[in-house]
Nanobody, 118 residues
Framework: QVQLVESGGGLVQAGGSLRLSCAAS????????MGWFRQAPGKQRELVAF??????NYADSVKGRFTISRGNAKNTVYLQMNSLKPEDTAVYYC?????????????WGQGTQVTVSS
């Protein structure tokens, strides 16, 4: 079991920055990948960014503006969001992918609201 707690959301003007944090607890030694999804009202949840081993991947819509990173203890993942746009407004969810043997589990945080005003 892995528990995820997010923080750092809020209201910001277009062009501003926010930094989201997600702290994992529990069986963190088994975490394979961590990342962020987001869901805007009336839209499907979409992948924003994830990190696995030493690699990172981003949605095209956030490339060059968002940066994902892991903390030194590997139990925390951050999402630095710069040059925010109104279309970035969404609830952002942290996730952790865990393998137990060959079985894959995905754990989710509770979500944090990001609102970008124009």
């Amino acid at each position: 079991q892995v528990q995820l707690v997010e923080s750092g959301g809020g209201l910001v003007q277009a062009g501003g920055s926010l930094r989201l944090s997600c702290a994992a607890s529990g069986s963190i030694s088994s975490v394979n990948a961590m990342g962020w999804f987001r869901q805007a009202p009336g839209k499907q949840r979409e992948l924003v960014a994830f990190t696995k081993s030493d690699s990172t991947n981003y949605a095209d819509s956030v490339k060059g503006r968002f940066t994902i990173s892991r903390g030194n203890a590997k139990n925390t993942v951050y999402l630095q969001m710069n040059s925010l746009k109104p279309e970035d407004t969404a609830v952002y969810y942290c996730y952790a992918e865990v393998y137990s043997g060959s079985t894959r589990y995905v754990y989710w945080g509770q979500g944090t609201q990001v609102t970008v005003s124009s």
